[in-house]
Structures are given as structure tokens and as C-alpha cells.
């Protein structure tokens, strides 16, 4: 049964911080929520995003001296879905767009013209350019898969306080390459959720 209610998605999402630590979340499911969460945008379709999940023992033990005070949510929930941005993105260009050609959803002379247009300035790109792309796009990943979670029964807490510089090492990737922008914890809420407060929209936008 899938929750196909967006006003309930959306609106009702609040961080779950303890979860019910009997839940698991089977593979096949994991990877069809993060297929729903990838039809999130992303510049020039590069899809940088990378997803490390996180959901065995020894894994969550690895973690846990690397995320500070979210120590509940590692050792309580289903998973911790790291999310890293990959700087080397515009590798799969020719891929990504091959297939477009090759499935009939893009004429050869528009890939062709992406090709000879962006991926050289990706490829120049300065690290911080790279940097804010890849996690830019990432977190709009990251903000689908919560509601898409949602969708299938769950709930997540966006984590940033984690030890950004030994993460990718710490799961044998390769740090230079793949820089973590996220964790979600997600799981079947064991929580009293609190609700937020928000500025008003009013207050924080101008029209011009
Ligand atoms: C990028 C990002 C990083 C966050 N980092 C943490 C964190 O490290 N630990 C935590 O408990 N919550 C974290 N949060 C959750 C926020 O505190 C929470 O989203 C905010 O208070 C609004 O509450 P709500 O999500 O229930 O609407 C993070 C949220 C975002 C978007």
C-alpha cells in the first residue's frame, strides 16, 4: 500500500529521530524508493548523486563514531542512506546520453551539442564550482527520497552533523572523489514527533 496523499506527504513530514528498530527495509524496496527519489533534477542530467546504505551491524558500527550527537537514529534505524556527490559526474555523459539517443528521447545533433558544450566546462570546473553542483543537485535527491519515503510508509531525519571529512574513506571510497553531502536516517517512526515552526512566507520574500 503506498501513501498517494501529497497534502499527508509533504505536509505532515517531521525528522523522526528514534525509530522502531524491528523494522527492515528489504533491498528490492530500498532500491525502488532511491529509483523514485533519482527522477529528482539534476544540472545538465549528470546525476551526481550516490547512495551508501547503510543497514548492517558491523556498517552502522563503522558510522558511529563519525555522526556525533545522531547516535539514536544510527543505532535505531532501518538505515542510514549516505548520500555523496560524485566530482567526476560528467564521466557519464556519454552513457547518460547515449542512451537518451539510442531510446529515441533526444535527436543525435542535441546530444552532440551538450556534449561539445557543458561536459568541457565540468570538466574545467574549479573544485568549489564541483563541489556546489554535486551537492546541489544531491539534496534536491535528498529531499525527494524523504517524501518518497513517505510514500512507502516511512519516516526520515536529514542528518548534516557528521564527520564530513572521514566519511568516504571510512566506506572505501574514495575521498577526493565522492564528497558526502547528507545522511538520512529512515525507518517506522518510534517517536513523538514535535512539530516545527516556520518564518513566514511573507516575512522572508519580496516581489519585484
Ligand atoms: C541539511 C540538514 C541537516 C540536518 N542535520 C541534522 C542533524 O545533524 N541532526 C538532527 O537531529 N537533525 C538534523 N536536521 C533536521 C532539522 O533539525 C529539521 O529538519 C528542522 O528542525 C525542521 O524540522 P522538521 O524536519 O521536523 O520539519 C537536519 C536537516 C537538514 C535539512
Not at 565540468?122 to 543537485?137: F, G, L, P, Q, T
Given at each position: 500500500m503506498r501513501n498517494n496523499n501529497f497534502e499527508d506527504i509533504a505536509f505532515n513530514r517531521k525528522s523522526v529521530k528514534?525509530?522502531?528498530?524491528?523494522v527492515k527495509i528489504s533491498r528490492e524496496e530500498m532500491l525502488e524508493m532511491i529509483n523514485e527519489a533519482i527522477k529528482a533534477p539534476s544540472s545538465v542530467n549528470l546525476q551526481p548523486w550516490r547512495f551508501v546504505v547503510v543497514e548492517s551491524k558491523e556498517a552502522k558500527d563503522t558510522l558511529r563514531p563519525l555522526i556525533r550527537f545522531n547516535v539514536r537514529q544510527n543505532d535505531t534505524s532501518s538505515a542510514m542512506i549516505l548520500i555523496f556527490g560524485d566530482?567526476?559526474?560528467?564521466?557519464n555523459a556519454e552513457t547518460i546520453y547515449g542512451e537518451a539517443v539510442e531510446k529515441g528521447m533526444m535527436p543525435q545533433n542535441v546530444k552532440d551539442d551538450i556534449m561539445n558544450m557543458f561536459i568541457p566546462f565540468y570538466e574545467r570546473a574549479s573544485k568549489k564550482e564541483m563541489n556546489d553542483i554535486v551537492k546541489i543537485d544531491s539534496s534536491l535527491a535528498a529531499m525527494q527520497l524523504m517524501l518518497v519515503a513517505r510514500r512507502h510508509g516511512y519516516d526520515t531525519n536529514a542528518i548534516g552533523g557528521f564527520e564530513e571529512d572521514q566519511l568516504a574513506q571510512a566506506f572505501n571510497l574514495d575521498p577526493e572523489r565522492y564528497v558526502p553531502v547528507m545522511i538520512l536516517a529512515i525507518g517506522k517512526s518510534n517517536y513523538e514527533i514535535h512539530d516545527t515552526t516556520r518564518i513566514d512566507a511573507a516575512e522572508i520574500s519580496s516581489f519585484k
Amino acid at each position: 500500500m503506498r501513501n498517494n496523499n501529497f497534502e499527508d506527504i509533504a505536509f505532515n513530514r517531521k525528522s523522526v529521530k528514534v525509530f522502531d528498530e524491528n523494522v527492515k527495509i528489504s533491498r528490492e524496496e530500498m532500491l525502488e524508493m532511491i529509483n523514485e527519489a533519482i527522477k529528482a533534477p539534476s544540472s545538465v542530467n549528470l546525476q551526481p548523486w550516490r547512495f551508501v546504505v547503510v543497514e548492517s551491524k558491523e556498517a552502522k558500527d563503522t558510522l558511529r563514531p563519525l555522526i556525533r550527537f545522531n547516535v539514536r537514529q544510527n543505532d535505531t534505524s532501518s538505515a542510514m542512506i549516505l548520500i555523496f556527490g560524485d566530482m567526476k559526474c560528467y564521466e557519464n555523459a556519454e552513457t547518460i546520453y547515449g542512451e537518451a539517443v539510442e531510446k529515441g528521447m533526444m535527436p543525435q545533433n542535441v546530444k552532440d551539442d551538450i556534449m561539445n558544450m557543458f561536459i568541457p566546462f565540468y570538466e574545467r570546473a574549479s573544485k568549489k564550482e564541483m563541489n556546489d553542483i554535486v551537492k546541489i543537485d544531491s539534496s534536491l535527491a535528498a529531499m525527494q527520497l524523504m517524501l518518497v519515503a513517505r510514500r512507502h510508509g516511512y519516516d526520515t531525519n536529514a542528518i548534516g552533523g557528521f564527520e564530513e571529512d572521514q566519511l568516504a574513506q571510512a566506506f572505501n571510497l574514495d575521498p577526493e572523489r565522492y564528497v558526502p553531502v547528507m545522511i538520512l536516517a529512515i525507518g517506522k517512526s518510534n517517536y513523538e514527533i514535535h512539530d516545527t515552526t516556520r518564518i513566514d512566507a511573507a516575512e522572508i520574500s519580496s516581489f519585484k
